[in-house]
């Protein structure tokens, strides 16, 4: 598991940005900063990637530089992934693309339900796929979201990658999932409140990105 945060860096910088509560009032500084976590968190995972030399030509002479083999597929969990995925697409700007439209039910007050709608994804037998949710909570969005694409082919590896996780979400992905994952996340945070929402975390990503859901 790769924690960002654990590191310093000027990660820390817009992990904060993104949790202050008068700042994360500005969607567009909000969506940015998601977007920029993102890259961050792709650059990261890029180094656990395959890459080969390859030759160059410049103006001046030959170069080699190492550059990424890998057939990536990068899933965004709507909507709160889009601006977190972006900075994935960024990063990867290769990738093919899955998209998934999931949520959580929110009158289920004791236990987090799932609502799954549109699903669209590139072929992804084969490749590897990169799991694109900011909010890594109960777990269960990204759980039913990987057994949904699961019925279409077998990734060769999976990755699940999330601003901010808490520790009942992973316990639940371990426990559930049939395949293997590496987690690349940008804060392990303390735990999960009544209500299923991260502590201390930021709050509603979605809503917060793109409006209060009605
Ligand atoms: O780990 P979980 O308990 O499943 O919670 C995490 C999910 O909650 C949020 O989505 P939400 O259902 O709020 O939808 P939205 O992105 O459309 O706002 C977030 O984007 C995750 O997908
Ligand atoms: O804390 C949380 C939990 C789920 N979804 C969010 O956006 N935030």
Same mark, same amino acid.
């Given at each position: ?33 998601? +977007?920029?976590?993102?890259? !961050? ?8 990637? #395959? ?6 030509? +410049? ?6 530089? %190492? ?42 007050? +004791? ?33 039913? #979201?990987?057994?949904?694409? !699961? ?22 992905? %371990?426990?559930? !999932? ?16 009544? %209500? ?19």
């Amino acid at each position: 598991m790769f924690i960002l945060n654990q590191k310093a860096s000027i990660a820390g910088d817009i992990l904060r940005e993104l949790r202050d509560e008068n700042l994360q009032k500005d969607r567009r500084r909000f969506r940015e900063n998601l +977007t920029k976590i993102g890259f !961050l968190l792709g650059y990261e995972l890029s180094k656990s990637l #395959s890459f080969s030399p390859k030759e160059v030509q +410049t103006p001046l002479g030959k170069a080699v530089e %190492k550059t990424c083999d890998s057939d990536l597929v990068l899933v965004c969990l709507l909507r709160a992934s889009l601006p977190f995925y972006q900075g994935f697409l960024q990063c990867f700007p290769e990738a093919e693309s899955a998209f998934i439209g999931v949520k959580r039910l929110e009158n289920k007050i +004791t236990e987090v339900e799932i609502d799954l709608g549109y699903l669209a994804t590139a072929d992804f037998d084969q490749k590897e796929l990169v799991i694109c949710d900011p909010m890594l909570a109960s777990g269960k969005s990204i759980y039913h #979201s990987i057994n949904e694409l !699961l019925k279409l082919g077998t990734p060769s590896k999976i990755y699940i990658a999330s601003a901010f996780a808490a520790p009942e979400g992973i316990n639940y992905l %371990k426990t559930n !999932l049939s395949l293997p994952f590496d987690l690349w996340l940008g804060s392990l945070e303390e735990g999960l409140n009544k %209500k299923s929402f991260i502590v201390p975390g930021l709050g509603d990503a979605g809503d917060l990105a793109f409006g209060e859901k009605i």
